[in-house]
Structures are given as structure tokens and as C-alpha cells.
């Protein structure tokens, strides 16, 4: 059992053994998304991630570890990261309709989206700021 456990976190990536009186209800409420969402690690770790393949100053770094440190004293469900118009950004998820989106780099807009985040930050920021997204954020 255990090498099979193992062959399944190898191959999907993860795995578990759950009790068998668990209702089914509860993996339905399992959100998954097709963007990156942080992996369980260190604030070290998930910040190597968000900086990988950038050239990143210490005055940056120390900006990104600031608002990591905002947004753990927020206690987010979970933490969100895009890998292509947002890849900048990281979201902290307070509730399933409610994900506040800020910028590694200083200067930039926060985003503070609604009950379509998932879809909004999908969008490029001219949309978002010409109004063509509508106005939920």
C-alpha cells in the first residue's frame, strides 16, 4: 500500500488516506484551480517561488516579505498565485468570495475582488481599469 501511495504522489502530485466515515460532501467542497496556488512550505520557499527566474533586489525582497507577513496576519484561507497576467500578484483568499490581490513590487494596484475573482484575475489590468470588467472589485 505504501508504494502505491507513493506511484500516486509521484505521478499527481498528491495523495492521502482518508477515514472511511468521511461524506463524500466534503470533497466537493475542494476548490482547484488551474493557477498556482502556494504549496504548503516556509516563507522562504514560497518566496523562492515567487521570485524564480526574476533578478530581485534586497529592497524588493524585503518589500515582498513585508506584505507576505500582512497577508499571513490576515489568516487567509488560502494564498493564491498567478502564473501569467497576475504573476506578480499574490492573493490572500478571506472568504470563497473575497480575494484581496497586491503586487510583490511597490507602486502597484491592489485588487480587492468579489464573488468573480477567479474570472477577473484573468484579465489584464487595462481591462480591469477601462471598466470593461464591470465593477465587482
Known amino acids: 500500500m505504501l508504494f ?3 506511484l500516486l504522489q509521484e505521478n499527481l502530485g498528491k495523495c492521502g488516506v482518508e ?3 468521511k461524506p463524500i460532501s466534503t470533497y466537493a467542497d475542494t476548490l482547484i484551480v488551474s ?3 502556494f504549496p504548503p512550505g516556509s516563507k522562504e520557499e514560497i518566496l523562492a517561488r515567487i521570485f524564480k527566474g526574476k533578478n530581485i533586489t534586497d529592497d524588493k525582497k524585503a518589500v515582498a516579505e513585508n506584505r507576505y507577513e ?12 498567478g502564473n501569467s497576467t497576475f504573476s506578480n500578484y499574490i492573493g490572500a483568499m478571506l472568504e470563497d468570495d473575497l480575494v484581496v490581490f497586491e503586487n510583490i513590487e511597490y507602486g502597484n494596484a491592489i ?3 468579489y464573488d468573480d475573482w477567479d474570472e477577473i484575475s484573468k484579465l489584464s489590468r487595462i481591462d480591469l481599469l477601462s471598466g ?5 472589485f
Do not use: C, Q
Not at 500582512?70 to 498565485?81: A, D, H, N, Y
Not at 470593461?132 to 465587482?136: F, I, K, L, T, V
Open 4 to 6: 502505491d501511495l507513493n
Open 19 to 21: 477515514n472511511a466515515d
Open 35 to 37: 493557477w498556482d496556488i
Open 70 to 81: 500582512f497577508f499571513m496576519s490576515l489568516e487567509p484561507k488560502k494564498i493564491v498565485t
Open 111 to 113: 485588487y480587492i475582488l
Open 132 to 136: 470593461r470588467a464591470g465593477s465587482n
